[in-house]
C-alpha cells in the first residue's frame, strides 16, 4: 500500500487546482484520472477573465492563450432574430480543453504531484482505492473531482446527480470550411433550448456549437440541436453530435463528508445562468486542498468538510441567487418580457455582459437587474415558490 497526504480522484481542472496547491504546502498529493492525458473534454471551451485570476493565483503563472481565440465583441440573439451586438466588452477567451487541462496537469505534475493518469479505479473506500492492474494507494483525506458522474459522490450519497435538476448540452465542432471564416462571431442565442440558451464559439480552425439546458424539460435537446445547426447554415445531418451532462445550478450544499470532499462538477458547480463551470472547477479544487491540508495540520482529517464548507459560502450565496435570478431569464412565461428588457437596457445587456466576463457577482447583478423588471413580473418571480 503506497500511503499519501491527500489522494485526487479527476485531473481536470477541479484536481488539478487541488491537487497543486496542496503540493505547493509540502503536503505527498496523488492524483489518478481514467483518462490518459492529452484527452478531450465536451466543452465551449470559454474561459473569463475570472478564470484567468483563479488561475494565475493557483497556478503561480498566466494561463497560455497561444491557441485560444480572444474576442471582445459579442452578439446576442433570441428567435432567429439578432438582439444586440455588444462591442468593446471585457475579453472572452475560447480555448480547447484538450490544451487547457493538459497543461494544467503538466502544473500539477511540475509542482510534485505523483501522476496516476491512465488508471482506472477498481476498488474504492473511504480511505483507500484499488487500482486496476496497480497498487493500492491509501490517504487522510480524498477530494472528488470526478466530473458530474462522480464515482466518490455515487460512493457518499448514493447517486452523483439528480435527474430532475441536471443539465444536459449537446455539442459539435463546425470546422471552418463549412462557414465564412469573416462571418466566426462569437454568439449566444437565448431559446435555442427551453431553460437554456445555444452557442457558437469560433477556435483556431473550428467552431464549437451546443446548445445545453436544464434536461428534464428539453426531452427533444437533438431536436433544438439539429435546428440550431440549420439556423447557422450548418449541415445537421450525418453529423456527430456528442453530449455530456452539466451541473446546471445542481449544487451540493454539503459537497462530502468528513475526509472526503467533491469539488468541481462532483460538487454540482456550474453557473445556473451562463453554464461557466471551469472557474468554479478551479477555485473549489483550491478551496478543497486548503480545507484538506488545514485539516491534516490540526490532525484532524475528519473536519476537512466543515472547514471545505465554510471557504465555499460566498459561491454558494452565488449560485444560490443565480438560480433565482435563472427563473427571469429562462423560464418560458417570462422569457419575452426579459428579452424586451434586454433589448431596451443598455445596462441590462452591460450587466449581463460583466457577469459572462466574471467582472460582477451575482448579489450586485440581482440588485441592479431587479430594479429595471416591470413591477408585474417582479411580482410573479415573488408569488413563485
Ligand atoms: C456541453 C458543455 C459545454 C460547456 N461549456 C463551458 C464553457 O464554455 N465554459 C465553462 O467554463 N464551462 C463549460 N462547461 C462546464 C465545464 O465543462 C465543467 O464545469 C468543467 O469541466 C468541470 O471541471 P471538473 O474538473 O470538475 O470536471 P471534468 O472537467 O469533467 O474532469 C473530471 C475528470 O475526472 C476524470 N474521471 C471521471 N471519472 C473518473 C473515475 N471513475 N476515475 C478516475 N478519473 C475519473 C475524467 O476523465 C476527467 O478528466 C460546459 C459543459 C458542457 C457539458
Redesign the pocket.
Known sequence: MTQFDIIV???????SAAATWAAKQGRSVAL????AFP?T???????TER?RAYYHEIFGQDVDLTHAVTRDEIAFWYDGRELAVLKDIPPLHLTMRLDL?TTMLTHALDAGVEDYTGH??SELTETSLKLRNGPILSAAVIIG???????VAKQLFGKSFDTKTIGF???IEAPLSEQNPKNHPLRIDFAAATWGYGWS?PKQGSTTV?V?GLRAPNPDMKDHMQRYMRTLGLPSEEVKIKG???PFGDFRPTPGRAHILL????AGL?DPIT???????MKS?QLAAEAACNALKSNAPHTAIDLYKAELTDMHRNLRIARNLRRIIFAPRWQKAFIGTFRRSGTVRMMYMRLLAGEVEYPELARRVLTRLPRYLLNAIRRTP
Open positions: 480522484i479527476g485531473a481536470g481542472p477541479a484536481g489518478i484520472d481514467k483518462a484527452r473534454k465536451l466543452c465551449g471551451g470559454l474561459f478564470s487541462d482506472h479505479i473531482a470526478d466530473g458530474v458522474n462522480s464515482v448540452g449537446l455539442e464559439f451546443g445545453g455530456h451532462h452539466l469539488a468541481g462538477d462532483a456550474v453554464g461557466e463551470g471551469i472557474g468554479f472547477a479544487g
